[in-house]
């Protein structure tokens, strides 16, 4: 990492970058050219100190999370992008690869999401992040190995037991549609590897995604409603509504139920327990 080189080029950046650009107001006590730190802290969603030390070569190295929310708010072009990368000792960001990689911004929506489930999709649908409650509602994904943790992967070449139930119409169709958004995703990243390998994985793992597949249907992720068997609380009817992110080309999934239904009472109840498994009446009166 050359912190000297990284903090006069993040400075210069700063100073091009006119607060019309991001959508701030110039003022009339402004004093220096471009955006000021605290601005530029604001729209990347970090401390205001933490860009000070890396604009005076005294931060540690920085995400890569981190670096891309600082390119994508200081406008650099794709080649200042992967300077500023290399800078800080991290492999730039790959043209033509699935972008794996959360904004700040996303990561804090999910965070403020405390009473509804969510999940952070990639274009091929790996599970890039999730809140408590999420986990609370389909079990801990972070129990899940890394690579494992794609809902289409799951869905063609798992054997454990899926908590989405569905009608036999309703698994045809989803079926077909989650193949037909990987068909999409490759459409838009056919120089991916690991979108390449995933596909050629389950063709061969399953005769089932390589007869969808060969239909040659695209389709995107919409909003739905889901049934979900939760191993304590039984069946919660939810609404699943989908929010992209398009410049990250991710979707942000939320879960929710209508005020006064039993589900919306049943996500009260997981926001308290969280992944706790609760124990049988049964079993309690034996002990």
């Known amino acids: 990492m050359d912190k000297a080189e990284l903090a006069a080029v993040l400075r210069t950046a700063r100073a091009r970058v006119r607060p019309v650009d991001v959508g701030l107001s110039t003022g009339p006590r402004r004093q220096v050219p471009g955006l000021r730190r605290e601005e530029v802290a604001q729209l990347a969603g970090l401390s205001v100190d933490y860009v000070v030390r890396l604009e005076q070569g005294r931060g540690p190295k920085p995400s890569s999370q981190v670096l891309g929310a600082l390119t994508r708010v200081l406008r650099l072009s794709d080649s200042d992008r992967d300077l500023v990368f290399r800078l800080a000792g ?23 999401m405390s009473d509804l489930p969510a999940v952070v999709l990639s274009a091929k649908s790996d599970i890039l992040a999730w809140n408590p409650l999420a986990a ?36 045809a169709a989803t079926a077909a549609h989650c193949v037909g958004c990987l068909r999409t995703a490759q459409a838009r990243y056919p120089g991916d590897p690991d979108l390449n390998r995933l596909i050629a994985d389950l063709r061969s793992g399953s005769n089932r995604f390589d007869d969808l597949w060969r239909a040659g249907r695209s389709e995107q992720l919409r909003a739905t409603t889901t049934t979900i068997q939760h191993p304590e609380l039984g069946p919660l009817i939810l609404d699943c509504d989908t ?36 124990t049988p009446l049964s079993a309690r009166q034996a002990g």
């Open 136 to 171: 609370a509602l389909f079990g801990d994904f972070s129990e899940w190995p890394p690579a494992q943790r794609n809902l289409i992967r799951q869905r063609f070449l798992s054997t454990d037991p899926d908590r989405i139930t569905l009608t036999p119409e309703e698994e």
């Open 243 to 278: 929010l992209l992110v398009p410049d990250a080309d991710q979707t942000l999934i939320v879960y929710s139920a209508a005020p006064g239904t039993p589900e919306s009472s049943a996500l009260d109840l997981l926001r308290v327990t969280g992944t706790e498994r609760f």
């Open 90 to 112: 991290s492999e730039p960001p790959q043209a033509g690869r699935v972008p794996m990689l959360i904004r700040p911004s996303v990561l804090r929506l999910l965070d403020r």
